[in-house]
Structure formats: structure tokens, C-alpha cells
């Protein structure tokens, strides 16, 4: 097993290390104090959406453990906390009252970080749409775009002075394709129209939560999280090199293209943009501002053939097999070096601010034995993957972070309670966290770090 020590030694002494959790995933306490049901409520309700129709009403329940959440938080050494902030705590119906007592909530976590010297980088949605939202249309409503907007700028006017970060969005790609083309998370649709609806006015309220952020707190480094897909050749023929072109203009550049250049990628819309709402004057510059950082979510690479049939929409593409044999379990590819391509790859296409890698991790279902989870090969993932951050920052790339995907085990979207990627593990009859084999190794990389807040005693 490599020495955390030596890791440590190839990574500048202002480098954060932390870990990271999303609201619906950790909070349980779906009805508790004002909170109204998200998409994800609902979607889990439906049978077959859901292994087993797990559902988020108890999950870890954080919200009711808050206090012991934050200081084994405290105790892992690490120095900062990524979490994400419920709108339907916030703002129940996604427009019309605040609810104090849900602020009140993130006011207690923000300041227990803080009273423990752990820095908050905040998410401001994390998937968690409020339920009636839905009926006007959710994502493919450009309403709501300024919906989130007013929500952006009451969490920021209360907590935008103790915050050390605030990222908009989680990984568009999930909320705009997999949630209204692939139909996999809610609102579960299949609709390239609806999908292009949702990407447009996501995109939007990106660019008007960003203006409200800086109007309520100039102060607070503002980002966006991307899970850029790191897109590799199936083979190196013409025809896949055109089709990675094309993957990479539909899974990325959807999201980065407006965002860095404030356009759409000329082929996508030759192919879609005749399904696309209009794009009104203002929005593209509304769209594309300046950003503080952004985050990458990392876990798998995505290889693609040429689809020479063409059949069905752009990108056409096919999936190509996966090089490496080893995988986690949740099928996943497990391949380091597709990493370091995306980033190279994003760098080269796109003028980027600096960079943290927002998640990364495995999911290895491993239990508890004789009080001990050994899950090695969930340690053997973070030292790959860290090893190809430190060469990035050799590199010359501004990697200024890394928080571990996840600090505990926790409610995995379609997938239910069934995959674990936490570096605890979460019993969740009892609701006992044991730090795993993993967790524990991760603590003593943090704690080389001298700003960590195991310096603060």
C-alpha cells in the first residue's frame, strides 16, 4: 500500500483535500420543517425507477444527525467539505415564501464547518427540482431558470458571508441527457426536444444564479461542476476520430461551449438546432461569464465507434468495449489515464479558469468484518487517480483541489441504497458510520496538508 506521506510529498501545500456529499443523497428528513417533495421524490415513488423503490425519506439521515456528521468530518482531518443545499427546503415550491426554517438548517451546517475550521464549498442544486416545478415544465421551462435565480440569490444573501465557494449546478450532462433523453433520472423522460429544452434553460440559469451570486456576495469564488465526459477512440480510423468530434460537441461542448465561449458547437446545431427553443438576444452573453473555477466529476472514461448507420440523432456514436478488465461494482471502466485526457483535452479546447476535481471515487460494496471494511481496492482507485492529479499539476494545469466521492455510503440515485461509494460505511438500519479501510488512508493524506483543520487544535 503506497505511503499517504509519500503522495502527499507530490502535491503543493495549498492543495485542498476534502470530501463531498449532494443533499437528497445524505439528508433524509423529506417532510421534516417546511421541505416540499423534489422530482426525486416523486420519481422514486414510481415503480421501476428505483432499485428495489428505495427512496431518500431516511437515507442517512443527516439532517437529524448533523452535529456527529460534521465532526467525523472533523476527525478524517480533512479541509474542506463539499455539500449541496435543497431548493425544496428553501423555497418548497420552487417559487413564492422562503422557508426560514430550511435556511435555518444550512445556517447550522455552514456555521458547525466553521466552528471546526473545515472550509464550505457549497453546491446550489444538486438534482433536487421542487415538485411543483414540475408542472410548468421543470427544466424545459425557461421560468424556471429564473426561478433559480431568485432561489441563487436567498441562499446567497444568507449564507454568502461565511461560504468559501458555491458552485451553480452538478454535472449538467446528468440533469439535461440522462434525465430527459435517457430517461434514467427524474423526471425520467426520453425526448431529444425535451432534452434540448432542459440543456438551453439549465445553461440560462447558470448565467443568472452566477449574477445573483456575485451581486449578493462578490466575495464568494463562484464555479460551475462538470462531469466532461473523457471521450476516447474506439479505434484510430477517420471515421472514429470524426465520431469522438461529434460525442465530444454533444456530452461537453453542449454545456462548455456556451459557458467558456458563449456559443453552442457549430455541428450539434446544424444537426438540433432546429428542436432547440429560441435562443433570445442576451442570453448566450447572460450565459457566458467569467467563473472563479470550475469542478470536474471523474469516475470512468466514455470509448466510442463511428455509428456508420447513422441511425437516430447526432452525436452517432456506438459504445466501444472497455480497454482495462478491471471494473468496480458498478460496472464501471477502471482507467486512470482517462483523467488526465479530459483535463489535457478541455484545456486545450477551452480557456478554463483553475480546477478541482469536485468527485472522484469507486463503488465497492465490501461490509463490515470483525468491525473492519477492508476495501482495498477502493484505496488502490484514489492512489491511481491522485497519482495522475499530482502529474497534472507537474504538468503546469491549475488542479487546486480534490474532494473524495463520498465521504459515506448513501441513497445512489437509480441505483438505491444497493452501491456504495462512501469512505464510510453507512449500516442503515442502525445508522452506525464505521470508517472505512479507505477513509482511514484518506485521513492521513490530509492530514500532511497544513492547512487542514487537524492543525487548528
Not at 64 to 71: A, C, I, V
Not at 238 to 262: L, S, T, Y
Request: with cysteine.
Amino acid at each position: 500500500m503506497i505511503d499517504p506521506k509519500l503522495l502527499a510529498a507530490r502535491f503543493p501545500g495549498d492543495f485542498t483535500f476534502g470530501v463531498a456529499t449532494a443533499a437528497f443523497q445524505i439528508e433524509g428528513a423529506t417532510k421534516a420543517d417546511g421541505r416540499k417533495p423534489s422530482i426525486w421524490d416523486a420519481f422514486a415513488n414510481m415503480p421501476g425507477r428505483v432499485y428495489h423503490r428505495d427512496n431518500g425519506d431516511v437515507a442517512c439521515d443527516h439532517y437529524n444527525r448533523l452535529e456527529q456528521d460534521l465532526d467525523l468530518i472533523k476527525d478524517m482531518g480533512v479541509e474542506a467539505y463539499r455539500f449541496s443545499i435543497a431548493w425544496p427546503r428553501i423555497i418548497p415550491d420552487g417559487t413564492g415564501p422562503v422557508n426560514e426554517a430550511g435556511l435555518d438548517f444550512y445556517d447550522r451546517l455552514v456555521d458547525g464547518c466553521k466552528a471546526r475550521g473545515i472550509k464550505t464549498f457549497a453546491t446550489l442544486y444538486h438534482w433536487d427540482l421542487p415538485l411543483t416545478l414540475a408542472g410548468d415544465g421543470g427544466w424545459t421551462a425557461r421560468s424556471t431558470a429564473h426561478a433559480f435565480q431568485r432561489y441563487a440569490k436567498t441562499v446567497m444573501a444568507r449564507l454568502g458571508d461565511r461560504l468559501d465557494s458555491v458552485a451553480t449546478f452538478n454535472e449538467p450532462w446528468c440533469i439535461v441527457w440522462l434525465s430527459h433523453l435517457y430517461g434514467i433520472h427524474a423526471p425520467g423522460e426520453r425526448n431529444m426536444q425535451a432534452a434540448l429544452y432542459a440543456m438551453h434553460y439549465m445553461n440560462l440559469a447558470h448565467g443568472l444564479a452566477v449574477e445573483a451570486i456575485r451581486a449578493e456576495a462578490p466575495k464568494v469564488p463562484v464555479g460551475i461542476v462538470l462531469n466532461a465526459a473523457s471521450i476516447l477512440l474506439g479505434s484510430d480510423s477517420a471515421e472514429d476520430k470524426a465520431a469522438v468530434e461529434r460525442a465530444h460537441q454533444f456530452h461537453n461542448g453542449a454545456f462548455f461551449d456556451p459557458i467558456f465561449k458563449g456559443e453552442y458547437p457549430k455541428e450539434f446545431v446544424e444537426a438540433l438546432g432546429d428542436r432547440m427553443p429560441e435562443v433570445l438576444d442576451g442570453d448566450l452573453k447572460t450565459i457566458n461569464q467569467k467563473l472563479d473555477w470550475w469542478g470536474l466529476n471523474y469516475y470512468t472514461p466514455n470509448r466510442v465507434f463511428d455509428d456508420a448507420t447513422k441511425s437516430g440523432d447526432f452525436p452517432w456514436t456506438k459504445e466501444a468495449p472497455p480497454v482495462s478488465a478491471a471494473k468496480t461494482d458498478i460496472g464501471w471502466e477502471i482507467y486512470a489515464p482517462g483523467l488526465q485526457h479530459v483535463v489535457e483535452d478541455l484545456y486545450k479546447r477551452y480557456e478554463l479558469p483553475e480546477c478541482y476535481i469536485t468527485e472522484n471515487g469507486a463503488c465497492y460494496n465490501m461490509g463490515i468484518i470483525n468491525g473492519e471494511v477492508d476495501d482495498q481496492p477502493r484505496l488502490d482507485y484514489y492512489v491511481e487517480h491522485l497519482g495522475i492529479v499530482a502529474d497534472l499539476i507537474k504538468d503546469g494545469y491549475p488542479m487546486r483541489g480534490y474532494f473524495a466521492w463520498s465521504l459515506m455510503d448513501n441513497f445512489e440515485w437509480a441505483e438505491g441504497y444497493r452501491m456504495r461509494f462512501g469512505l464510510v460505511h453507512v449500516d442503515y438500519e442502525t445508522q452506525v458510520r464505521t470508517v472505512k479501510k479507505s477513509g482511514k488512508w484518506y485521513s492521513e493524506l490530509a492530514a500532511q496538508f497544513p492547512k487542514g483543520n487537524h492543525k487548528a487544535d
